[in-house]
C-alpha cells in the first residue's frame, strides 16, 4: 500500500496570510490526525478527524481549523499566520484511530516571514 | 491536562550497550502510551506502545517497562547499533473513545561504533 502524503512539502508565506495544507491517508484508513512539530515545543496533537467529523481537538487557537473529505483526505487550514506558526505539519493516519498504531507523512514544513 | 516529562534529552552511548529513555506522566487516567522513533529527515514512526492493562512488553532488542502506581514508563535498548541514532518520542494518551496524545519533548540517541 502507499504510505501518506502530504502536500506540499516546503511552504513559504507572509504573516497575515492563510494556508492549506493537505494529507491523504493510507487507503482504507478512516482516521487522520494533525500534527505541530517544532524545536521549541516539540510535537504537539492539534486535531483528529474521522468519517469526516473532527472527533478530538489539541489545545490550539481557533486558526487552526480542517477537515476531512468523503474519501478520508483530509485538509487543515491556519489562517492570519503568525511567525510562531512556522514548523513542520504532520499527518497520520490509522484504521479507526483509537489509540492504534499511527502512520505518520513525510510533513509539510512552513515558514512564515 | 495530561504533562509528560521525557529524560534525558540526550543519550550517548557505545555501540553495544543498553539505552534506556524514561517518562512520567501527570494523568492517572492516561492507558496507551507509545514511543515513536525519528530520525533525521524523517517521519516519526511507532516502534512499539504499551496499554495499561500490561507491565512490559519485549519486541526483539526493544521493550518498554510501564508503572501505573509511580506514572512512570521506559524504553529499553539492548545491544545498540548506529542504526538505533535517532530522536525518540514518549506520548500518553487517555482512552474511552477518543486518542488525545501527548508527547514527551524527545531525546536524541546518539549511539557511537
Known amino acids: 500500500k502507499a504510505g501518506v502524503t502530504q502536500t506540499p512539502r516546503y511552504l513559504i508565506k507572509t504573516r497575515g496570510q492563510q494556508v492549506t495544507l493537505s494529507c491523504s491517508p493510507i487507503?482504507?484508513?478512516?482516521?487522520v490526525s494533525w500534527y505541530q512539530q517544532t524545536p521549541g515545543q516539540g510535537l504537539q496533537f492539534l486535531f483528529e478527524?474521522?468519517?469526516?467529523?473532527?472527533?478530538n481537538k489539541g489545545n490550539f487557537p481557533g486558526r487552526f481549523s480542517g477537515r476531512q473529505f468523503s474519501n478520508s483526505r483530509s485538509e487543515m487550514n491556519v489562517s492570519t499566520l503568525e511567525l510562531g506558526d512556522s514548523a513542520l505539519y504532520l499527518c497520520?493516519?490509522?484504521?479507526?484511530?483509537?489509540?492504534?498504531?499511527?502512520?505518520f507523512g513525510p510533513g509539510t514544513r512552513l515558514l512564515v516571514l | 491536562g495530561e504533562n509528560v516529562e521525557q529524560h534525558p534529552s540526550t543519550l550517548s552511548v557505545q555501540e553495544g550497550d543498553s539505552a534506556v529513555i524514561k517518562c512520567t506522566y501527570s494523568d492517572s487516567a492516561s492507558n496507551y502510551f507509545p514511543w515513536y522513533k525519528q530520525e533525521l529527515g524523517k517521519r516519526p514512526q511507532l516502534i512499539i506502545d504499551i496499554r495499561s492493562n500490561v507491565g512490559e512488553k519485549k519486541d526483539q532488542r526493544i521493550a518498554v517497562t510501564l508503572n501505573k502506581t509511580a506514572k512512570h514508563f521506559s524504553l529499553h535498548i539492548t545491544e545498540t547499533q548506529p542504526e538505533d541514532s535517532a530522536v525518540y518520542f514518549c506520548a500518553a494518551s487517555i482512552g474511552g473513545g477518543s486518542y488525545i496524545p501527548t508527547f514527551g519533548r524527545g531525546t536524541s540517541l546518539i549511539v557511537h561504533p
Open positions: 478527524y474521522f468519517s469526516e467529523t473532527q472527533r
Open positions: 487507503s482504507g484508513h478512516r482516521s
Open positions: 497520520a493516519s490509522s484504521l479507526k484511530g483509537q489509540q492504534e498504531t499511527q502512520y
